[in-house]
Each structure stands twice: as C-alpha cells, then as structure tokens.
C-alpha cells in the first residue's frame, strides 16, 4: 500500500483536481484507490458530490471514529470525507505537541488498498503535517508562475524541517505541472529555474488549463467521469500511467 | 480612514495580486495607502520586493513591534510584511480565547492613511479573523467556477458567525471576478447563481486573465507599474475608480 500526499500550501494549484482524477484514473484501471480529504473546504468530497455524511476525517483525527467507518463509495474509490469541523480539529491538534502521527497511526489498520491520496489544505498546518507524516511520498503541484516558486522553496524547507525533527525519509516523488497554457513562455523559465535550483524530479506528464475540469465538480464527478475524452481527462489518464512506473 | 480585508479561503483566488494592485492603483491617485501582509507565505511582500526586514507583521501580532515600526515603502505605499513567523503567531494566537483582536488594536494609532488594505491567507483562520474585527469591510475575490461558490457559502457563513458572536457588522462591500476568462460561459452561470442564491453584490470591474499579472512579482511590482498599458493594469485602475466612488 502506497500513500501519497499531494501538497502545495500556495493556493488553487490544483491539489484536489489531482487527487480526484489520479485516483480515479487508477481505479479505471483496476487499482484500490482511497482519497483522504484533509481540508475542512471539504473540496474534495463536495466535488464527487458527498454533501450530507455524518462523520468525517474530523472524527477520525479526534479519535471518535475509525477510519473504516467514515468511508464513502464514489467511481470506484473509497473516500473519506471532509467539512468545516475540520477547522476546529486544526485548532485542537495543533495546540499538543504530539499530535502529529494521529492519521498514520489511523492509517494502520487499512492494508487493501493499492494507494492512498491524501489532500491536503494550503497551509502548512498540523493537518498538512500529519499527511507528511503518514505518506511514502510526496507529490506537488505547481502552477508554473512566479509565485507558485516562492511556495516551492517552503515547501522544501518544511519537508527538510520534518525530516529532521520526526527522523523521517519522506521524498518528493515529482512536482507535476498543471493549468498549464502552452503559450505562455513563463513556463520554460520556471522549469528551468527548478531544474537549476532544486534536485527534484518534474514528471513528464503535465495537465493542461481545461475548462472541463473546473466544470466537473457541479456534476460531482471527476472530470475523467464527466468528460473521458477532453484535453485534462487524457492528461490525468497519462499521469496515471506515469505515477504507476514509479510506483510499482 | 477605511479598513478593507480581502478575503476568500480558497486558495489562489487573486487575494494577493488584488491587495497590491488596487493599492497600487489607489496610491497613483494621491491616496494614503497602507497594505498589510497577514499570510505566512508572505506572497504580498515578495511579490513587492521585500525579501529582507527584520521585523514583521508576526512581531506586532505577539505585541514586541508597533506597526509604525515595521513598514516598508513601495510605490508610494507603506506595506507592513510577513513571512513563514506568522505560521507560529497562527499557533500562538490560536489558541487562547481572546485573541481576535489584535489586529485591531495594532492598527488603532495609524489615522492619517486614506485606506489599509488587508491580504489574507487561504483558510479561516485566527489570522483572518484578525483581519475581519479590523475591517469596516471587506471584498471577495472569486474566479467564476463552481469550486468558488463553494467556498463564498464558507465565508457567508463565517462573517454572519462572527457577526454575531462578536456583536459586529462587517459588510461584504463586494464580490470582484477575478482572472475572468470571458469566452468561458460558465462566468455567467456562476454570476447568477450569485444573484439568485446570495444578497451580494458583484462589482461591475471585474480582472481578465492576463499573463502580465503573473509576471509582475518577479520583477518586485506590482502590475500597475511593470506593465501600466495591460489589460490587468487596466482593469484594476478601472476598479480602484469604482471602489472610490463606493468608499467617498
Ligand atoms: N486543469 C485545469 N484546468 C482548468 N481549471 C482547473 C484545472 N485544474 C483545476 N482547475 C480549477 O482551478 C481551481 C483550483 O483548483 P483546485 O481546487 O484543484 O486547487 P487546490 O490546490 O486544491 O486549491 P486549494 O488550495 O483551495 O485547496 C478550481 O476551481 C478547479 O476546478
Ligand atoms: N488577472 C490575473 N491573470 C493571470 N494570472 C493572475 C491574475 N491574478 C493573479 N494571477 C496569478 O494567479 C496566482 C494566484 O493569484 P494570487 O496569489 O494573487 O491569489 P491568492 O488568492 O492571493 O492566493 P493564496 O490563496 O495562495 O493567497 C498567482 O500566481 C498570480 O500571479
Ligand atoms: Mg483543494
Ligand atoms: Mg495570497
């Protein structure tokens, strides 16, 4: 069982958007997938149309409930849901100094799964903590503009930090490009920049900007359900072949 | 002297590059304007080439600066800064009961500006509740997408919430359209909604999608003065016109 999260703590750089569609393009290909929402947006479960649950990741991280029991059943992926009660978890976990490993530790029991996708909330909070510290790996998306590399190298620093601290060896897997528009010539410098200052793998695989993918969460559905064949579907397709070479 | 905080939890949302450039824009005419930086990501004063201060808005939340004593100066404006030191105030602050009005009282010697413009980070959190108590009011940015309706119910709710515990009445000034595509029909889709759903106001301004705007901080500016004849330079100029007439 593999668990990765996908973090990035700037904002609206398609963190949720990846953890659906790669979840979903493995499970259409016959892999057990679960999704974690870590965000008390809640993004994630609302856009695979998961409103009305009564318990969510906020009573798993608060020790009422076991993950098992919060799971609901969307394209063929188990997923564990998020809302606003999150906030108040945050609150709480974030005020104990050994609260840390509160998901890995739930994270235990569950072994049937091929992978685990972990979202997670941009900041870089007791919640983006505890997903470092229950993941193999790391995945991070960029937006591939200038502020998105200030981000970058907090990110680093962070995962460093934690390393350090926790004695832990958690890598980046890759940094996968998205919302990406060829035209703009940004893009090469900023890969250049990454390539020049970091020794971190960017994937070949990147998702271009496509309407269709904003589109699908009013469907509460990933946008490889609702739309199969545009331009983020075949995009999401081809990472997830990509994520299963490294992976296997 | 009018208090603004630009709010929207959802990340990436052009809280940031609206904060500066309405700033911006307002100082051009021979406003006062002071900008401050409540993120720990610290985007605004990057993105305005401040990389090296001493002190920051972190020290006048934990009460050791005076706000006087922290600004900086660009583009005719006073900017107060922030780095990753916010993340341990967002600890600190969060956790004790009575600390949602710092901000508030940090702020209560500065008279002689014509505007503060408040950055806010992507979550709902003490920081950003800071920023609410101190504000007059406040403006959503939003890109006209589904996952952004999602997150204008959040802070509805919030503001209301807050409102009422801390027997306030902080106004949504308006909701500004952000990074607006306009071939994209879901914008108009998104629009109504809004109407339908919501007793708010849209801004009649809205920012189009221009690649100059996310240029701009790599050169340290904002895009009024890198790039002053862009349609985003334009479009913020126009709204900095329609947010006098409303503050006047
Ligand atoms: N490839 C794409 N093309 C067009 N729009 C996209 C694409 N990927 C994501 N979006 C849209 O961009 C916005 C931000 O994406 P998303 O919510 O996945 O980012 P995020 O990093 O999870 O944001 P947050 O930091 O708020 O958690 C959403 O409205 C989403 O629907
Ligand atoms: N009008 C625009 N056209 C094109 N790109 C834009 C525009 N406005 C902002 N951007 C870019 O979009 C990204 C997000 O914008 P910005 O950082 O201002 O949002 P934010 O809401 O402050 O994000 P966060 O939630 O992380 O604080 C940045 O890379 C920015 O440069
Ligand atoms: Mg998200
Ligand atoms: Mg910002």
């Known amino acids: 069982m593999t668990t990765v999260?996908?973090?990035?703590?700037?904002?609206?750089?398609?963190?949720?958007?990846?953890?659906?569609?790669?979840?979903?393009?493995?499970?259409?290909?016959?892999?057990?997938?679960?999704?974690?929402?870590?965000?008390?947006?809640?993004?994630?479960?609302?856009?695979?149309?998961?409103?009305?649950?009564?318990?969510?990741?906020?009573d798993v991280l608060l020790g009422e409930k076991k993950l098992m029991?919060?799971?609901?059943?969307?394209?063929?992926?188990?997923?564990?849901p998020s809302d606003i009660h999150m906030a108040d978890v945050e609150l709480s976990l974030g005020s104990a100094d050994d609260q840390a490993e509160v998901l890995l530790n739930a994270l235990k029991p569950l072994t049937d799964y091929d992978f685990v996708l972990?979202?997670?909330p941009p900041s870089l909070s007791i919640l983006t903590l505890n997903a470092l510290?229950?993941?193999?790996?790391?995945?991070?998306?960029?937006?591939?503009?200038?502020?998105?590399?200030?981000?970058?190298?907090m990110i680093m620093q962070t995962i460093q930090k934690v390393n350090k601290v926790f004695k832990k060896n958690i890598k980046v897997q890759g940094i996968l490009p998205v919302m990406v528009d060829k035209?703009?010539?940004?893009?090469?410098?900023?890969?250049?920049?990454?390539?020049?200052?970091?020794?971190?793998k960017i994937f070949d695989s990147f998702i271009r900007n496509n309407v269709k993918a904003s589109e699908a969460p009013s469907f509460g559905?990933?946008?490889i359900a609702y739309q199969p064949n545009s331009n983020s579907a075949k995009d999401y397709k081809g990472f997830a072949n990509e994520f299963l070479k490294l992976n296997s």
């Open 69 to 80: 029991e919060i799971l609901g059943e969307r394209e063929g992926m188990s997923i564990a």
């Open 5 to 58: 999260a996908i973090i990035n703590q700037k904002g609206g750089t398609g963190k949720t958007t990846t953890t659906i569609n790669l979840g979903s393009a493995l499970a259409k290909i016959d892999k057990k997938v679960l999704l974690l929402d870590m965000d008390p947006q809640g993004n994630l479960s609302y856009s695979l149309g998961m409103n009305d649950f009564d318990y969510s990741m906020a």
């Open 118 to 120: 972990i979202d997670c």
């Open 183 to 200: 035209r703009r010539k940004l893009i090469h410098e900023v890969r250049e920049y990454i390539d020049e200052n970091y020794d971190l």
């Open 221 to 223: 559905q990933s946008v």
């Open 133 to 153: 510290l229950a993941s193999d790996n790391v995945i991070i998306t960029m937006q591939m503009e200038v502020l998105s590399l200030q981000g970058l190298d």
